[in-house]
């Protein structure tokens, strides 16, 4: 009985599959003309036996990423001070760093963790942060994405995005009849991958909820689009919209209790949004064209969203509880999938760039629009939390990758995976210490 | 190819670096030791020289020689002890290579003997340096000690 | 280990029953299911309900529906971004129409694919337009509308991998899948 059951299971979907290893692997393609350079020196560690983890490394790492800082290297370190009373200054300026992190990790006697670390100007030798962060064995990683948040933020004024999460779908043997598709999760640094759910048929457009806790996505495990909710830490789902016809393109309220979302309840994909607990269905557009890929405001009161009632797909916007739809895009033939930014001034869309499928941002005052990216079929833009980075899909040797650009277009990364097809990232929010 | 040629340098040291040094890759001035007061104290020569013309806000490495020709150097942990040629030439070459025009100082004890100033120097040249500054006191015999 | 067994297939069986109510649910009755998965185990096999159903790969020799001549085609292809059917199709069409009006009791299953150019929700819509075209020339042959079902898979199931005009002609299609 137990084999026939796990053979079932086996079948079956996989939710949440446990950890897989970190598969994304990043490379900075273009910088910024001048990084700031900053010494992250080695943590000290006070405990038995080796560091769990180098705190110093994914740091830098983490600030590197950003483009916006240079790390020294560790063998130009002319000494290691783990803290600050150790630090001679002279000896940080003589190798031309503007900051230095100095800390500690240490354990404490119940397997606890704690990281200590001090941040410095380093040619004017003050103290710019000082911190002591408790955390968990299973969160060291994350303590430490935190403590490059806190840093970053003091050097830039703009709060880093160390901590959040990205979701995307990967799909491998694509196109074969055993293709499996995979909604994936993971660390804003492409650690830490884990499989949410895992189905032989497409998984499309994950939505993350505002407070980060659940993804809404359309999966066609039976054989037609529906929308699922899924909570992160549990792994539970819920059906949410399995109406006859396309159910896609969910997006979050942002209070969360509500989706924006596509049905073709006749023949024509149009917006409406879903109150979720209450399945209250509210109508927004009816026009014979298509309309989707619905997006909220930050107040709630609007939605942005694609329709080729013009003839080819640009972007509109009408009111939450239904009106009269706005075009608000000109410039260029295709005009597709808005997503705004955190300040709610600019959407990225993809845009038809000389027959190139390309993210673009467009300036909601000004109307004007940007070609951020270079690929022939890039698509999926997704704004960082801080609004300072676009993740999106990008086409490299036939398979999908992701890529960020800099909401400025001035700093421009690669993120490979190994060999699988990758597409459709999704930032999520800030998310709460857990 | 290169390592072949230190290694002659260093069996030769009494001759060919002094012309090498000199003529070659060095470029030696001499600085009024009152602008700086870093580096271990020792009993420098008196001599007039120009002030010295520091690079904008840079600030020199200065390889201190005491009477027992012991090395200091004012980069690092530790920079009251005496430390080991090769350590100091690593960090001197660390330095030189995040930021080349870092003006490199030899302030060596008056006393010290001749030989290991020279050879201070040879271990600048083989950390990178292409100039290297002598600091000494001004004349008046009533200078600082 | 003996009552996790019996937690897990309570839960499976519960959920199959829950599943097997759910289905030919009207328009605008609710359609959500309530969180009907604990955390554990049975959480993530449960979900598969259909594991190998609505397959559409390959040349299936024993495949259902009429058989022979022109009735053994069964894909329209598309221009770009275009859904109206050329009319070279429209002799494959007729005869699959007439085929279904005279088989009342045959459901057909229009699959609406794009190619991998623009974004993925704006190609799901494409796909369906592309399907909905379909429908309604069968529609015209006397089929009942009950026996066609439409789905857009969008860009997400290409018939050929490729970034070319080739692959993209290729991709840019209706299938027509007869369900048993």
Redesign the interface.
């Known amino acids: 009985m137990l084999r026939r059951l796990s053979l079932v299971t086996a079948a079956m979907l996989l939710c949440l599959a446990g950890p897989a290893k970190g598969q994304l692997e990043i490379v900075i393609s273009r910088g910024v003309d001048k990084p700031v350079p900053v010494a992250i020196v080695p943590f000290g560690w006070d405990g038995p036996g080796e560091a769990p983890i180098d705190v110093a490394a994914i740091v830098a790492a983490n600030l590197e990423r950003s483009g916006r800082f240079a790390a020294l290297d560790r063998?130009?370190m002319?000494?290691r001070p783990t803290t600050g009373a150790?630090i001679?200054f002279?000896?940080w300026?003589?190798?031309?760093v503007d900051a230095l992190v100095v800390g500690q990790l240490q354990q404490s006697p119940n397997g606890d963790y704690a990281i200590q670390f001090q941040l410095f100007d380093a040619l004017r030798g003050e103290q710019l942060l000082g911190y002591r962060l408790p955390v968990s064995a299973a969160a060291l990683r994350s303590g430490t994405h935190r403590v490059s948040d806190l840093i970053y933020e003091r050097l830039t004024g703009v709060p880093g995005v160390f901590s959040t999460r990205i979701a995307w779908v990967s799909v491998s043997r694509a196109g074969r009849a055993d293709a499996r598709y995979r909604l994936v999760v993971a660390d804003a640094d492409g650690e830490n991958e884990q499989v949410m759910f895992e189905s032989p048929q497409p998984i499309m457009s994950p939505s993350w909820s505002p407070d980060g806790r659940r993804i809404a996505y359309v999966s066609f495990e039976n054989g037609v689009a529906e929308i699922y909710i899924q909570t992160l830490r549990t792994g539970d789902r819920i059906r949410a919209s399995a109406r006859p016809g396309v159910n896609s393109a969910p997006s979050f309220s942002p209070d969360g209790r509500r989706l924006a979302l596509t049905l073709s309840r006749d023949g024509n994909l149009d917006i409406y949004t879903l109150d979720v607990a209450g399945q209250v269905l509210t109508r927004i557009t009816d026009w014979p064209s298509i309309e989707t890929e619905p997006v909220w405001s930050a107040d709630g009161r609007t939605l942005y969203f694609t329709s080729d009632r013009s003839g080819n797909p640009q972007i509109y916007r009408v009111g939450s509880d239904g009106g009269r739809p706005e075009r608000i895009t000109f410039e260029g033939r295709y005009n597709a999938r808005p997503r705004l930014s955190p300040d709610g001034r600019q959407l990225a869309v993809v845009h038809n760039d000389r027959g190139n499928y390309r993210i673009a941002v467009l300036d909601l005052a000004r109307g004007s629009i940007q070609v951020l990216s270079d690929g022939r079929d890039d698509e999926s833009p997704s704004f960082a939390p801080n609004g300072e980075m676009i993740i999106y899909a990008t086409r490299e040797g036939g398979r999908g990758v992701l890529a960020t650009v800099s909401a400025d277009g001035r700093v421009r990364q690669r993120l490979s995976s190994g060999g699988e097809d990758v597409r459709e990232p999704a930032w999520s929010p800030f998310l709460l210490a857990n | 190819m290169a390592r072949v040629r230190k290694r002659r340098l260093m069996g030769e040291i009494n001759v060919v670096p002094y012309i090498d040094v000199m003529l070659v890759l060095l470029v030696i001035f001499m600085v009024t030791a009152p602008l700086l007061t870093q580096g271990i104290e020792v009993d420098l020569p008196k001599a007039a020289s120009a002030p010295l013309d520091q690079p904008d806000e840079l600030?020199p490495?200065i390889v201190s020689v005491d009477a027992d020709g012991r090395l200091y150097l004012?980069?690092?942990?530790d920079?009251d002890l005496p430390v080991e040629a090769e350590v100091l030439r690593d960090?001197v070459a660390?330095?030189l290579?995040?930021?080349p025009e870092?003006p490199v100082l030899i302030k060596a004890d008056q006393s010290v003997a001749y030989g290991a100033v020279v050879a201070a120097m040879v271990l600048l040249q083989d950390a990178g340096a292409a100039r290297v500054g002598f600091l000494t006191d001004p004349p008046p015999p009533t200078g600082r000690r | 280990m003996m009552p996790k067994r019996t937690v897990l297939l309570l839960v499976f069986s519960l959920f199959l029953a829950a599943c097997a109510g759910r289905s030919g649910t009207a328009v605008d009755d609710p359609v959500f299911d309530d969180a009907v998965t604990g955390p554990g185990t049975a959480t993530r096999g449960v979900g598969d309900r259909d594991f190998g159903r609505g397959d559409a790969f390959g040349d299936d020799v024993a495949r259902p529906g009429p058989q022979g001549g022109v009735l053994d085609s069964r894909v329209i292809y598309f221009d770009f971004d275009r859904s109206d059917v050329r009319p070279e199709y429209t002799e494959m069409l007729q005869a699959h129409g007439r085929w279904l009006a005279a088989n009342p009791q045959a459901r057909l299953r229009l699959e609406g694919h794009t190619d991998e150019r623009g974004t993925r929700e704006y190609n799901i819509g494409l796909g369906e337009r592309r399907a909905q075209a379909v429908r309604r020339v069968l529609l015209l042959q006397g089929v009942d509308s009950s026996q066609l079902v439409t789905v857009s898979f969008g860009e997400e199931r290409p018939a050929v991998i490729g970034s070319d005009e080739e692959a993209y002609a290729l991709n840019r299609r209706v299938e027509l899948i007869y369900v048993q």
Do not use: Y
Not at chain 1, 93 to 96: G, I
Not at chain 2, 74 to 77: E, H, L, P, T
């Open positions: 063998a130009d002319l000494q150790e001679d002279r000896s300026r003589m190798v031309a | 600030e490495l004012n980069a690092g942990d920079q960090r660390i330095v290579g995040r930021v870092t």
